[in-house]
T-cell receptor, first 111, second 113 residues
Framework: RKEVEQDPGPFNVPEGATVAFNCTYS??????FFWYRQDCRKEPKLLMS???SGNEDGRFTAQLNRASQYISLLIRDSKLSDSATYLC????????????FGSGTQLTVLP | DVKVTQSSRYLVKRTGEKVFLECVQD?????MFWYRQDPGLGLRLIYF???????EKGDIPEGYSVSREKKERFSLILESASTNQTSMYLC????????????FGDGTRLSIL
């Protein structure tokens, strides 16, 4: 089983739609969680951290469910510029400084 | 703003050559990482370093080595390049404490002919 699993998609949605991605992780000791965004042929960029109580940044909402070991990302009012691959990222926990990256979910927002 | 700079965006080398990929960060980060990214396989950690002259193997270190002589610079070395090392290589850095997000360079698209 992969440490971090994501539905690879692709998700094709019309502009203005709401879309949600889920991610599951296997290490119950994981302490930190992030969503990254990666545009085609570019580097991954931090979109947002995911906090236990859930957090929102504009049109983006991240949720964490520790009991079920999954993380979600909700995008409201999708824009064409949201088209990208979204990577779920988890820290192993403890003193480890490396991160574990999911393979990504591809989103295309259609006009 | 964190700046991670990789020396080349595109690089073409021949089988058997020794290849150096350089990465420099300007935020005084202790942690630096080298990944490769291939379609369908995601990001895979090659090597990482927590301090100068310190290195640790990641998930796929075979065929690679690294050098960290200065805090800001982390070099990836392909000792004898092979065609299966054709890939996108990404360098990242992060602050010293655990569980911190990483900041990536632009990536080097390396082709081995």
């Amino acid at each position: 089983r992969k440490e971090v699993e994501q539905d690879p998609g692709p998700f094709n949605v019309p502009e203005g739609a709401t879309v949600a991605f889920n991610c599951t992780y296997s290490n119950s000791a994981s302490q930190s969680f992030f969503w990254y965004r990666q545009d085609c042929r570019k580097e991954p960029k931090l979109l947002m951290s995911v906090y236990s109580s859930g957090n929102e940044d504009g049109r983006f909402t991240a949720q964490l469910n520790r009991a079920s070991q999954y993380i979600s990302l909700l995008i409201r009012d999708s824009k064409l510029s949201d088209s990208a691959t979204y990577l779920c990222v988890v820290s192993p926990g403890g003193s480890a400084r490396q991160l574990t990256f999911g393979s990504g979910t591809q989103l295309t927002v259609l006009p | 703003d964190v700046k991670v700079t990789q020396s080349s965006r595109y690089l073409v080398k021949r089988t058997g050559e020794k290849v150096f990929l350089e990465c420099v960060q300007d935020m005084d980060h202790e942690n630096m990482f080298w990944y490769r990214q291939d379609p369908g396989l995601g990001l895979r950690l090659i090597y990482f370093s927590y301090d100068v002259k310190m290195k640790e193997k990641g998930d796929i270190p075979e065929g690679y080595s690294v050098s960290r002589e200065k805090k800001e610079r982390f070099s990836l070395i392909l000792e004898s390049a092979s065609t299966n090392q054709t890939s996108m290589y990404l360098c990242a850095s992060s602050p010293p404490s655990s569980n911190q997000p990483q900041h990536f360079g632009d990536g080097t698209r390396l082709s081995i002919l």
